[in-house]
T-cell receptor, first 119, second 110 residues
Framework: GAVVSQHPSRVICKSGTSVKIECRSL??????MFWYRQFPKQSLMLMAT?????????EQGVEKDKFLINHASLTLSTLTVTSAHPEDSSFYIC???????????????FGPGTRLLVL | GIQVEQSPPDLILQEGANSTLRCNFS?????LQWFHQNPWGQLINLFY???GTKQNGRLSATTVATERYSLLYISSSQTTDSGVYFC????????????FGTGTQLKVEL
């Protein structure tokens, strides 16, 4: 149980185009989803937190107009990278939590990630 | 914000060897977790361990919250243990937001 999927797993796009990444919780309802970015040989950095039906909360330094997040249902969140540029090339990882499990706010289950390459 | 430093940054082991990975954090935390990121990028939960000691097979972890560090022990390492190990913490009042450490890149060789 507690499986999170991401689609696509890899995407290559031209500079200036927009790319949408989907994150789905397959067997549980995710009240909260998180989006992370990981550059090569670096750690994961939290970009934003989204609760179903609410606007996402972005971390300091993350452009909310560039990284659009929609959490329209309890099983789906999307991240759209608008007008992508080569510096947006990275590994994007989502996680989802139902509020249950370990800790005060539940266990986060991680998706397999999406590799974005902007040419 | 909170700083989470891991050591060593890189580690190469022969199969069968034991190792200890360390995670130091700069402030008190509500939650500490250890993850393994496999070579394909998938993060795998290893331990939820805000304090105390836990064991799961060849892996065990100890967190001394009062001294702001956690240790991950890997015994009888196998090539499948290769990858990056991260600790991640949640600050008091931080909801469920994880701050990841700098990571330890582990390579286990035959």
């Amino acid at each position: 149980g507690a499986v999170v999927s991401q689609h696509p797993s890899r995407v290559i796009c031209k500079s200036g185009t927009s790319v949408k990444i989907e994150c789905r919780s397959l067997d549980f309802q995710a009240t909260t989803m998180f989006w992370y970015r990981q550059f090569p040989k670096q750690s994961l950095m939290l970009m934003a937190t989204s609760n179903e039906g609410s606007k996402a909360t972005y971390e300091q330094g993350v452009e909310k107009d560039k990284f659009l997040i929609n959490h329209a249902s309890l099983t789906l969140s999307t991240l759209t990278v608008t007008s992508a540029h080569p510096e947006d090339s990275s590994f994007y990882i989502c996680s989802a939590s139902s509020g249950l499990g370990t800790g005060l706010f539940g266990t986060q289950y991680f998706g397999p990630g999406t590799r974005l390459l902007v040419l | 914000g909170i700083q989470v430093e891991q050591s060593p940054p890189d580690l190469i082991l022969q199969e069968g060897a034991n190792s200890t990975l360390r995670c130091n954090f700069s402030d008190s935390v509500n939650n500490l977790q250890w993850f393994h990121q496999n070579p394909w990028g998938q993060l795998i939960n290893l331990f939820y361990i805000p304090s105390g000691t836990k064991q799961n097979g060849r892996l065990s972890a100890t967190t001394v919250a009062t001294e702001r560090y956690s240790l991950l022990y890997i015994s009888s390492s196998q090539t499948t243990d290769s990858g990056v190990y991260f600790c991640a913490v949640v600050r008091p009042g931080g909801g469920n937001k994880l701050t990841f450490g700098t990571g330890t890149q582990l390579k286990v060789e035959l």
